[in-house]
């Protein structure tokens, strides 16, 4: 059986490989786990999507490279994953069909509430992690791993 802690290493493993332009975003969704057991899996898996839809396979280093926002989201996220820490953060489905069909529908004002009362909920510019002090217990160790941050961006 699988650990949370091994399904996090992998998660931050895959993730860094992404992000580093290693693999491609079909090779992403094969490697990376989900678990019922650890949901800032899932959390982190749809950000990913969210950030770059899975219409077709590309690579970070593709013209189809993160937004910035998304960007450092997912080095948090990184550095998260190497934390022993729980996930905090109540339920959001970043990526799910019922906020893309009220898009669509033009209630993009729901979904942005349902967003801006999830952010709410704690620090959200250290997101996934939920407090500052925890980031910045984690985030030193990790810094040498992580990418350079990417020109180019939006």
């Given at each position: 059986?699988?650990?949370?802690?091994?399904?996090?290493?992998?998660?931050?493993?895959?993730?860094?490989?992404?992000?580093?332009?290693?693999?491609?975003?079909?090779?992403?969704?094969?490697?990376?786990?989900?678990?019922?057991?650890?949901?800032?899996?899932?959390?982190?898996?749809?950000?990913?999507?969210?950030?770059?839809?899975?219409f077709y396979t590309?690579?970070?280093?593709?013209?189809?490279?993160?937004?910035?926002?998304?960007?450092?989201?997912?080095?948090?996220?990184?550095?998260?994953?190497?934390?022993?820490?729980?996930?905090?953060?109540?339920?959001?489905?970043?990526?799910?069909?019922?906020?893309?069909?009220l898009r669509l529908?033009?209630?993009?004002?729901?979904?942005?509430?349902?967003?801006e009362e999830f952010?709410?909920?704690?620090?959200?510019?250290?997101?996934?992690?939920?407090?500052?002090?925890?980031?910045?217990?984690?985030?030193?160790?990790?810094?040498?791993?992580?990418?350079?941050?990417?020109?180019?961006?939006?």
């Amino acid at each position: 059986m699988v650990t949370k802690y091994a399904s996090r290493e992998l998660a931050a493993t895959t993730l860094i490989d992404f992000l580093n332009g290693k693999i491609n975003s079909e090779v992403f969704q094969e490697r990376f786990p989900l678990s019922l057991q650890d949901p800032v899996l899932q959390a982190v898996a749809d950000l990913v999507w969210y950030g770059f839809p899975d219409f077709y396979t590309h690579k970070l280093s593709d013209k189809s490279e993160a937004p910035s926002e998304v960007e450092q989201l997912l080095k948090r996220a990184h550095v998260f994953l190497h934390s022993d820490l729980a996930y905090e953060w109540p339920r959001y489905r970043f990526a799910s069909l019922r906020n893309l069909v009220l898009r669509l529908l033009g209630l993009y004002s729901l979904v942005r509430g349902e967003f801006e009362e999830f952010k709410a909920a704690g620090e959200w510019d250290v997101w996934p992690f939920f407090r500052r002090v925890d980031y910045e217990r984690f985030a030193i160790r990790d810094e040498a791993e992580l990418p350079a941050p990417s020109s180019g961006h939006n």
